[in-house]
């Protein structure tokens, strides 16, 4: 379908609050889904979700606008029919039940230092979790990794392995690798276990300021409003590995229920 942009009747003002649509857009918008300018500027309930939402716009292979959302990993195709007034699953909102939206699947790092005690220790449990049938497709790529090379193609420390079997988690298996600059387009999230393996991933993305993934705390997702860290158990005794197990599982579920709703 050609969109036109040189129709007297384009003319419709974007609504104010719309910053992150530029008005030739909002025009585009208009005449896509109602094949005519809306002369009430006020947006309908098909743009009101997309409107709300960080995302872009590009013509899909239906007679109809696909509309895919940076922050959810959503893609949506919206009707052309002027009389649908359904939200048709575009919105964030509890109250949007529509199935049409479907998610992309994401892609998870976790990081530490070596990768041999923290970092594997999520990827293991985040493995574990994400076999149950509701994740299912939407969970892509899982895999962990050290800021440093200490361990690189060593298996994980005993005492991870032991603390995940002791959990019912039996079939991990991993080799410790270094964290590349490639990861940062490879995966949706990278998770840092403390400040200072944030710091270093923090350094490498400023040296790649385009790459798509997103970096934060793994503590991020506390549960709480203060993020928590997952300090390295390496030096300690048992316990230390069995906290970050129950951290590592405790953001792990946070996170999945925020970003995929599960």
Same mark, same amino acid.
């Given at each position: 379908?050609?969109?036109?942009?040189?129709?007297?009747?384009?003319? +419709?003002?974007?609504?104010?609050?719309?910053?992150?649509?530029?008005?030739?857009?909002?025009?585009?918008?208009?005449?896509?889904?109602?094949?005519?300018?809306?002369?009430?500027?006020?947006?309908?309930?098909?743009?009101?979700?997309?409107?709300?939402?960080?995302?872009?716009?590009?013509?899909?292979?239906?007679?109809?606008? =696909?509309?895919?959302?940076?922050?959810?990993?959503?893609?949506? $195709? #919206?009707?052309?029919?002027?009389?649908?007034?359904? $939200?048709?699953?575009?919105?964030?909102?509890?109250?949007?039940?529509?199935?049409?939206?479907?998610?992309?699947?994401?892609?998870?790092?976790?990081?530490?230092?070596?990768?041999?005690?923290?970092?594997?220790?999520?990827?293991?449990?985040?493995?574990?979790?994400?076999?149950?049938?509701?994740?299912?497709?939407?969970?892509?790529?899982?895999?962990?990794?050290?800021?440093?090379?200490?361990?690189?193609?060593?298996?994980?420390?005993?005492?991870?392995? =032991?603390?995940?079997?002791?959990?019912?988690?039996?079939?991990?298996?991993?080799? +410790?690798?270094?964290?590349?600059?490639?990861?940062?387009?490879?995966?949706?999230?990278?998770? +840092?276990?403390?400040?200072?393996? #944030?710091?270093?991933?923090?350094?490498?993305?400023?040296?790649?300021?385009?790459?798509? +993934?997103?970096?934060?705390?793994?503590?991020?997702?506390?549960? =709480? =409003?203060?993020?928590?860290?997952?300090?390295?158990?390496?030096?300690?005794?048992?316990?230390?590995?069995?906290?970050?197990?129950?951290?590592?599982?405790?953001?792990?579920?946070?996170?999945?229920?925020?970003?995929?709703?599960?």
């Amino acid at each position: 379908m050609t969109i036109h942009t040189t129709n007297t009747r384009t003319e +419709a003002n974007a609504p104010p609050h719309v910053s992150a649509l530029s008005r030739l857009v909002y025009r585009q918008l208009v005449i896509r889904i109602f094949g005519r300018a809306k002369a009430d500027p006020s947006p309908s309930p098909i743009l009101h979700a997309i409107l709300h939402q960080d995302g872009d716009f590009s013509p899909g292979d239906h007679p109809c606008l =696909s509309y895919r959302s940076t922050l959810t990993k959503q893609r949506i $195709c #919206l009707p052309s029919c002027p009389t649908s007034s359904v $939200c048709r699953g575009q919105s964030r909102h509890k109250s949007c039940k529509s199935p049409v939206a479907m998610p992309e699947p994401i892609s998870v790092l976790f990081v530490c230092l070596g990768n041999i005690c923290r970092s594997p220790m999520a990827e293991g449990i985040f493995r574990h979790i994400a076999k149950e049938p509701q994740f299912q497709g939407k969970i892509n790529i899982i895999d962990s990794c050290g800021t440093a090379a200490y361990h690189s193609g060593e298996p994980p420390d005993s005492r991870t392995m =032991s603390t995940l079997e002791d959990n019912g988690i039996t079939d991990y298996r991993h080799l +410790a690798r270094r964290f590349q600059t490639s990861d940062l387009d490879k995966f949706d999230y990278i998770f +840092a276990m403390d400040r200072s393996n #944030l710091s270093d991933l923090q350094r490498a993305q400023r040296g790649n300021p385009d790459s798509k +993934a997103k970096v934060m705390l793994f503590g991020s997702y506390s549960g =709480s =409003s203060k993020a928590e860290i997952v300090d390295d158990p390496y030096y300690g005794g048992r316990d230390g590995f069995e906290k970050a197990y129950e951290q590592c599982t405790r953001f792990s579920r946070n996170f999945l229920k925020e970003v995929l709703g599960e």
